[in-house]
């Protein structure tokens, strides 16, 4: 089956963190990308010989699906020093197009679930796809009283993706969805917006235990550091959860 290329136009760009920018796109072709929170959209360009490439990026659209598709497609780029990808972004302007295709992927909240928690743990940039799952979150809440936890690993609090989006969705509905950042390398100052309770210190594999996975009640979600995603399939599994309830996605950064 071929894969069909569509351009994407630069609409708005903002830094999330120091090295962490939020481009938002709409399709150029006048049609809309139908994707299903959780997937990836493939940018094409090439390198400075010629040689074609491509990058992976989780969509971060939030979208209300009960409306049908939409236009947004928005995505987080990190930028790597002496990278093509970085260099392709970095000098993109706002009306400036890339050649895409997607969506992929099934790190996807699936229709049939009827577990009682989520287990969401990221690190980095492989906290996008949670932020493009917030409306299905928000309808399992709602509809069958799901609780979700959201274990997120930056190591600082500049780099802490979204965050203020994910601390508003835990304020409203606090008896549901638990956020625990976790900062390798520095704390919030005392009185800033992301120091909170439930704010730790170290990495997110060190907290896993904390929140007591549960192989009766738990779906869990992996997504970001390949050495994170490891360790906590190793500890979810020895925590009694069978492999078939542990989704997983590896981001590796490429030049």
Known sequence: MAITHF???????????????????????????????GQFIQVHFAYADGTATKRSY??????????????????????????AATALFEGLEVGGTVDASGPFGRFCLMPGDANGRYLLIATGTGVTPYRAML??????????????????????????????????????????????PCFSRELPAEGSAHAHADVRRGYVQQFLAEVAPDPT???????????????????????????????????????
Do not use: W
């Open 58 to 83: 989780s969509l971060a659209t939030i979208h209300d699906h009960a409306m049908g598709p939409g236009e947004a497609v928005e995505i987080a780029v990190s930028y790597v020093p002496g990278g």
């Open 7 to 37: 351009p994407l136009k630069l609409v708005s760009r903002r830094m999330l963190a120091p090295a962490v920018g939020h481009y938002a796109f709409v399709r150029d072709d006048g049609q809309p990308l139908d994707f299903v929170p």
């Open 135 to 180: 409306p299905q979150l928000e309808a399992a809440i709602r509809e069958r009283g799901v609780r979700v936890v959201l274990l997120f690993g930056a190591r600082t609090p500049a780099e802490l993706l979204y965050g203020d989006e994910f601390r508003a969705f835990a304020d409203r509905h606090p008896e549901h969805f638990r956020f625990v």
């Open 217 to 255: 009640a738990d779906i869990a979600y992996l997504c970001g550091n390949p050495n994170m995603v490891d360790a906590c399939f190793e500890a979810l599994k020895a925590d009694g959860l069978e492999v078939k309830q542990i989704r997983r996605e590896k981001y590796v950064s490429s030049k």
